[in-house]
């Protein structure tokens, strides 16, 4: 028996576990204690990690599609099949004939940060459409406009802050997003403990908002009109103060025109607050000595995403907040690149181009996966033909499933790169199965940059590959190479050309740390066993810690690098150098917010919302028996005042109806929801045929994305309403 370290990769909050390893099996799991950031802090996902990474079904082998069924095969036929397929269709039909389909768990493997921004360069496709446009799209944009850089994502200094006003998530389940903090709930605690507040704005009372000072169950969809309100009032009461932030800003005399018509008295119906209420909301957060305001999910995935994620950032300047110790900061991570001087830089642009059938603007490249089924079965030039999913699962996370599932199953060619036979992936010709999280290397390229601390933590694969198997990367190379016509060649080819590109032009940048070196001399120099270390060695040598994959080998609790610091000037690329308060097309889109002020919901409407349990996530843990165990968690939440009023019984079946389908839920009465809204989680729906998910599907639930359509979109992001949507209700009878 022996322990080995690892960090998990089954939520952002990236903690570092302790694993028991007997007799070529990860037998336990445990909070590493010695871990720089989360010090020991493990949740109940962290200590099913075994059973996770043992899950029997699996896949062990890469399948392919034989006479209409799939079949087992060998790594090489699976290749050469992609290869024999994929390229004629391109060759025939063009790039944009294949999508290209990148979900969540894309964040959480090396594999993931490496090689598919490779791959849509293989591809040349236009078609492409990621997780994010059910997610946190709205805040890339936001952040492009404003900073002129779509990943600048500001995060709450939760160790620090005095003040945090949070909208639309509930860390105490989620463990956090785009704030990746080990522990957010004990860091919440600890925020109260030293005498800071916490204010906390859901439909719900979650278990976040049961721990807040202040809770304000909002009417769902409403943040962007309640946020405009706190700003407005910063305005009207003279409590603006951007402090040393002045000097970066400008527009700040645009904005205080742009939210004059969204007084508290105008939102209040909106939002169902009282206007006092969000009066002093914002003076509390204007007298905090410092603050952040916060917004996820449940303000993102919603009519008025991009609005309300970029009002978050409009506080966080207007007061002062922004990019000082204890309010909003950029983390560093130590593979960004080491940061370039202040000046004017590129700007970020949307709508470069667009769909095909309804016209939906590209946002940072991607198109709304919302899009994706009519894209296929729509007829004419240009259709996606062929899909190449990559840890995705979109007939649960996307909207209209059954649509997608159709489509999907009318497709001329399908790869999935994915460890499991799901609701998505047997549509696919060819399925390549990634090894477990044991025998994976880990770096979080991707959570690092939304770090509430700066550290750098590394961990090779525990176990060794077994026989049969490739690592995750491999694959990726291979599929990589398969499409651009170069099947057959050795998969460091891919890592090679990676390095020598982004070589090519470090030492050409007066600002890199390489600025001057020999490329090739530098090649070599890098260390590490494979391809994708090397990759990681040379992001070191080009970030701003000095750092190099051996100082991660002989640090295996990892490198803390400190507390999140200052980055203006910086960081901004936006074309004027300075921070763009009011972006053009956040102008454009104001009036849809200003309607909304007269749009208050009938009395009796009812507006669905979503939610996570601890023991899930999205789709693809459902499988795992310690963590789908107990009572149905797929359950529709309903507040006692509508249960009585529509005639729906705890623990009979309602009928929920959406613009885009019907489906039957199990009631639970509970005042958790407010008055007006009803909660069913998403990731449910595990019932359709040839899966091979013998736990989930034993217990499916209902898929809540088959309520909608598709067609409600955030207009800038193109992001899914996924909250806040209206439904109607009747007892099944
Ligand atoms: N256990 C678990 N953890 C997870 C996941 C999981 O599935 N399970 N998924 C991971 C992923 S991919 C992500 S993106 C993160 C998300 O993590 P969070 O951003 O924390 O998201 P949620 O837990 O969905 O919380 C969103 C909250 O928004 C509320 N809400 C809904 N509509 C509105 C609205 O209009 N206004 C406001 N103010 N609130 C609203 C909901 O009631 C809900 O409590 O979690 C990650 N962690
Ligand atoms: N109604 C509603 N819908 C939602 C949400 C919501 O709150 N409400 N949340 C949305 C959010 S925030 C997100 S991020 C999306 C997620 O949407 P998706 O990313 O489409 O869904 P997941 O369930 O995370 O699917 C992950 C897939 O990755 C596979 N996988 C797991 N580990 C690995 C690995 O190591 N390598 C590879 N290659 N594959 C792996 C799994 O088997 C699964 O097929 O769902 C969205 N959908
Ligand atoms: S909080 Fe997230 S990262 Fe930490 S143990 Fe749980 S699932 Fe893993
Ligand atoms: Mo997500």
């Given at each position: 028996?022996?322990?080995?370290?690892?960090?998990?990769?089954?939520?952002?909050?990236?903690?570092?576990?302790?694993?028991?390893?007997?007799?070529?099996?990860?037998?336990?799991?445990?909070?590493?204690?010695?871990?720089?950031?989360?010090?020991?802090?493990?949740?109940?996902?962290?200590?099913?990690?075994?059973?996770?990474?043992?899950?029997?079904?699996?896949?062990?082998?890469?399948?392919?599609?034989?006479?209409?069924?799939?079949?087992?095969?060998?790594?090489?036929?699976?290749?050469?099949?992609?290869?024999?397929?994929?390229?004629?269709?391109?060759?025939?039909?063009?790039?944009?004939?294949?999508?290209?389909?990148?979900?969540?768990?894309?964040?959480?493997?090396?594999?993931?940060?490496?090689?598919?921004?490779?791959?849509?360069?293989?591809?040349?496709?236009?078609?492409?459409?990621?997780?994010?446009?059910?997610?946190?799209?709205?805040?890339?944009?936001?952040?492009?406009?404003?900073?002129?850089?779509?990943?600048?994502?500001?995060?709450?200094?939760?160790?620090?802050?005095?003040?945090?006003?949070?909208?639309?998530?509930?860390?105490?389940?989620?463990?956090?997003?785009?704030?990746?903090?080990?522990?957010?709930?004990?860091?919440?605690?600890?925020?109260?403990?030293?005498?800071?507040?916490?204010?906390?704005?859901?439909?719900?009372?979650?278990?976040?908002?049961?721990?807040?000072?202040?809770?304000?169950?909002?009417?769902?969809?409403?943040?962007?009109?309640?946020?405009?309100?706190?700003?407005?009032?910063?305005?009207?009461?003279?409590?603006?103060?951007?402090?040393?932030?002045?000097?970066?800003?400008?527009?700040?005399?645009?904005?205080?025109?742009?939210?004059?018509?969204?007084?508290?008295?105008?939102?209040?119906?909106?939002?169902?607050?009282?206007?006092?209420?969000?009066?002093?909301?914002?003076?509390?957060?204007?007298?905090?000595?410092?603050?952040?305001?916060?917004?996820?999910?449940?303000?993102?995935?919603?009519?008025?995403g991009t609005l309300g994620n970029w009002l978050v950032d409009v506080l966080n300047v207007l007061t002062g907040n922004l990019d000082r110790p204890g309010g909003a900061l950029f983390p560093l991570s130590a593979t960004a690149p080491a940061p370039r001087p202040a000046g004017p830089g590129k700007?970020?642009?949307?709508?470069?181009?667009?769909?095909?059938?309804?016209?939906?603007?590209?946002?940072?490249?991607?198109?709304?996966?919302?899009?994706?089924?009519?894209?296929?079965?729509?007829?004419?030039?240009?259709?996606?033909?062929?899909?190449?999913?990559?840890?995705?699962?979109?007939?649960?996370?996307?909207?209209?499933?059954?649509?997608?599932?159709?489509?999907?199953?009318?497709?001329?060619?399908?790869?999935?790169?994915?460890?499991?036979?799901?609701?998505?992936?047997?549509?696919?010709?060819?399925?390549?199965?990634?090894?477990?999280?044991?025998?994976?290397?880990?770096?979080?390229?991707?959570?690092?940059?939304?770090?509430?601390?700066?550290?750098?933590?590394?961990?090779?694969?525990?176990?060794?590959?077994?026989?049969?198997?490739?690592?995750?990367?491999?694959?990726?190379?291979?599929?990589?190479?398969?499409?651009?016509?170069?099947?057959?060649?050795?998969?460091?080819?891919?890592?090679?050309?990676?390095?020598?590109?982004?070589?090519?032009?470090?030492?050409?940048?007066?600002?890199?740390?390489?600025?001057?070196?020999?490329?090739?001399?530098?090649?070599?120099?890098?260390?590490?066993?494979?391809?994708?270390?090397r990759r990681l060695d040379l992001m070191l040598r080009l970030g701003p810690y000095d750092l190099v994959l051996d100082d991660l080998l002989q640090a295996p609790h990892g490198i803390d690098l400190g507390p999140m610091k200052p980055r203006l000037p910086g960081l901004l690329k936006t074309r004027?150098?300075?921070?763009?308060?009011?972006?053009?097309?956040?102008?454009?889109?104001?009036?849809?917010?200003?309607?909304?002020?007269?749009?208050?919901?009938?009395?009796?409407?009812?507006?669905?919302?979503?939610?996570?349990?601890?023991?899930?996530?999205?789709?693809?843990?459902?499988?795992?028996?310690?963590?789908?165990?107990?009572?149905?968690?797929?359950?529709?939440?309903?507040?006692?005042?509508?249960?009585?009023?529509?005639?729906?019984?705890?623990?009979?079946?309602?009928?929920?109806?959406?613009?885009?389908?019907?489906?039957?839920?199990?009631?639970?009465?509970?005042?958790?929801?407010?008055?007006?809204?009803?909660?069913?989680?998403?990731?449910?729906?595990?019932?359709?045929?040839?899966?091979?998910?013998?736990?989930?599907?034993?217990?499916?639930?209902?898929?809540?994305?088959?309520?909608?359509?598709?067609?409600?979109?955030?207009?800038?992001?193109?992001?899914?309403?996924?909250?806040?949507?209206?439904?109607?209700?009747?007892?099944?009878?």
């Amino acid at each position: 028996m022996s322990t080995a370290l690892r960090i998990c990769p089954l939520c952002e909050a990236t903690c570092g576990l302790t694993l028991t390893l007997d007799n070529g099996r990860v037998t336990g799991a445990r909070g590493d204690r010695d871990d720089v950031f989360s010090e020991g802090f493990i949740c109940p996902k962290g200590a099913a990690f075994p059973e996770v990474d043992a899950d029997p079904d699996r896949l062990v082998r890469p399948l392919i599609r034989e006479n209409g069924a799939l079949r087992e095969a060998d790594w090489a036929e699976a290749f050469d099949l992609i290869a024999a397929r994929l390229r004629p269709l391109i060759e025939e039909h063009g790039p944009n004939a294949v999508a290209l389909v990148l979900g969540n768990p894309n964040v959480h493997t090396v594999a993931g940060a490496l090689y598919p921004p490779l791959l849509i360069g293989a591809l040349g496709t236009r078609n492409l459409y990621t997780a994010s446009t059910l997610d946190q799209m709205p805040k890339h944009v936001s952040s492009g406009l404003l900073f002129g850089d779509a990943f600048a994502v500001p995060v709450p200094d939760l160790d620090r802050t005095d003040h945090l006003l949070m909208l639309g998530a509930n860390p105490l389940d989620s463990n956090g997003s785009l704030c990746t903090a080990p522990d957010f709930p004990g860091r919440l605690k600890a925020l109260r403990r030293r005498g800071g507040t916490l204010t906390v704005v859901d439909p719900r009372r979650t278990r976040t908002a049961r721990l807040a000072d202040r809770h304000l169950a909002i009417r769902p969809g409403a943040d962007a009109l309640f946020l405009a309100a706190l700003a407005h009032t910063l305005f009207a009461e003279d409590l603006v103060r951007l402090g040393p932030l002045a000097e970066y800003v400008q527009g700040v005399e645009e904005v205080r025109d742009a939210v004059r018509d969204f007084s508290p008295e105008a939102v209040a119906a909106a939002c169902d607050l009282d206007a006092d209420t969000i009066r002093t909301t914002a003076r509390e957060l204007a007298a905090a000595p410092t603050a952040a305001v916060y917004g996820r999910m449940g303000s993102s995935t919603v009519a008025y995403g991009t609005l309300g994620n970029w009002l978050v950032d409009v506080l966080n300047v207007l007061t002062g907040n922004l990019d000082r110790p204890g309010g909003a900061l950029f983390p560093l991570s130590a593979t960004a690149p080491a940061p370039r001087p202040a000046g004017p830089g590129k700007g970020f642009a949307l709508g470069r181009w667009r769909s095909r059938v309804s016209g939906h603007p590209e946002a940072k490249g991607e198109l709304p996966l919302a899009a994706l089924a009519e894209e296929i079965d729509t007829p004419g030039e240009g259709r996606v033909r062929a899909v190449v999913t990559i840890a995705g699962n979109p007939v649960l996370s996307a909207p209209d499933g059954d649509r997608l599932d159709a489509a999907l199953g009318s497709l001329d060619f399908m790869v999935a790169v994915d460890p499991y036979l799901n609701e998505t992936t047997r549509h696919a010709d060819v399925v390549l199965p990634p090894p477990p999280p044991s025998r994976s290397a880990h770096f979080d390229f991707a959570f690092n940059g939304f770090a509430v601390r700066n550290q750098a933590r590394y961990s090779r694969p525990v176990l060794p590959l077994e026989e049969g198997r490739m690592d995750e990367c491999e694959i990726h190379a291979r599929l990589i190479l398969a499409v651009s016509g170069l099947h057959g060649a050795p998969p460091s080819a891919v890592d090679d050309l990676a390095i020598e590109r982004t070589l090519a032009k470090a030492v050409t940048q007066e600002h890199s740390p390489l600025y001057g070196a020999d490329p090739k001399e530098q090649a070599r120099l890098l260390a590490g066993r494979t391809g994708p270390e090397r990759r990681l060695d040379l992001m070191l040598r080009l970030g701003p810690y000095d750092l190099v994959l051996d100082d991660l080998l002989q640090a295996p609790h990892g490198i803390d690098l400190g507390p999140m610091k200052p980055r203006l000037p910086g960081l901004l690329k936006t074309r004027s150098g300075r921070i763009e308060l009011l972006p053009a097309p956040i102008a454009a889109d104001l009036p849809r917010l200003r309607a909304a002020l007269e749009a208050v919901p009938e009395p009796d409407s009812v507006r669905l919302v979503g939610r996570r349990h601890l023991r899930s996530n999205n789709s693809w843990l459902h499988n795992i028996p310690s963590l789908n165990g107990g009572s149905n968690r797929c359950t529709l939440q309903v507040h006692p005042e509508d249960a009585e009023r529509l005639g729906l019984t705890a623990g009979a079946p309602a009928r929920v109806k959406g613009e885009g389908g019907e489906l039957t839920a199990e009631v639970e009465i509970t005042e958790a929801v407010r008055p007006g809204v009803v909660s069913l989680p998403h990731g449910w729906g595990h019932d359709r045929p040839g899966t091979r998910l013998g736990v989930a599907a034993a217990r499916p639930g209902v898929n809540v994305n088959q309520l909608l359509d598709g067609s409600l979109l955030d207009p800038l992001s193109g992001t899914a309403v996924l909250n806040g949507f209206p439904v109607q209700l009747s007892p099944l009878l």
